[in-house]
């Protein structure tokens, strides 16, 4: 068999060099306790960093609420007499509306007693267009 | 339990708050018909059914007229009905500040 020299793929001169097959992990970084510790501090940190957060967020929420309680007074009176003005002009429209029904008492209460009642949002709206009754039950909320 | 009243023996409130619309509320929100509740609970309390119908019912029918607020409904639906009549007949029509045009009120 030795005839003729077949050209087959060998090594090259010398063999290869040696292989890294061993395990090759750094040591390198913080060990794990220290890490832990980082972890651990670094929560400490921002819990306190948190709590003083919230106190000088309550002390500017102290400051916007001494700044509304005392005029709510004003807005109340405000609201009260809007309501009743427009308690007002819904009785006059009635009277007009049903001037020719039988038997109708304008503005009679439904109820058997005479304590004011904060009046329902289609008491006031009822007789005005429906944008403003849906604007205004969603200004109720707001 | 019916013959051991457990709150009142701790003085704690667990539940109270949600046995009638008038009870003592957390923080304190009054119900929208507490006052008719209360009247008619102290008007009907303690004398039965059969005598608390015939005495309260004024108490009573306020109380549901202001959950139920059907009297309200019924009234301002025959007023409805007839504006409408009367705004298809062309005897009446509303003024400005029912039709979206009012000034704002200051």
Known sequence: ?142 | MPFLDVQKRFGINLDWWWTIQSAEQPYKFPAQCHAFEKEWIECAHGIGTIRAEKECKIEYDDFIECILRKKTMKRMDTIWRQREKLMKEGKYTPPPHHMGKGEPWS
């Not at chain 1, 097959?21 to 750094?26: A, H, P, T, V």
């Not at chain 1, 700044?67 to 009635?94: C, G, K, S, V, Y």
């Not at chain 1, 403003?132 to 909320?141: H, K, L, Q, S, W």
């Open chain 1, 1 to 142: 068999m030795t005839a003729a020299k077949v050209k087959q793929d060998m090594p090259p001169a010398g063999d290869y060099g040696p292989i890294d097959y061993k395990r090759n992990l750094l040591r390198r970084g913080l060990s794990g306790y220290s890490m832990l510790a980082l972890g651990i501090g670094t929560l400490l940190y921002r819990y306190w960093k948190i709590i003083k957060c919230n106190r000088e967020h309550r002390r500017l929420q102290i400051e916007d609420f001494e700044a509304r309680i005392p005029l709510m007074p004003l807005f109340q009176a405000e609201t009260d007499r809007r309501i009743l003005h427009m308690l007002r002009e819904n009785l006059e429209e009635e009277a007009i509306i049903m001037k020719d029904v039988p038997g109708w008492k304008v503005g009679k209460s439904v109820y058997n007693t005479t304590r004011w009642l904060p009046p329902l949002l289609v008491e006031l709206y009822g007789l005005r267009p429906l944008e403003e009754r849906v604007f205004a039950n969603i200004m109720r909320y707001t």
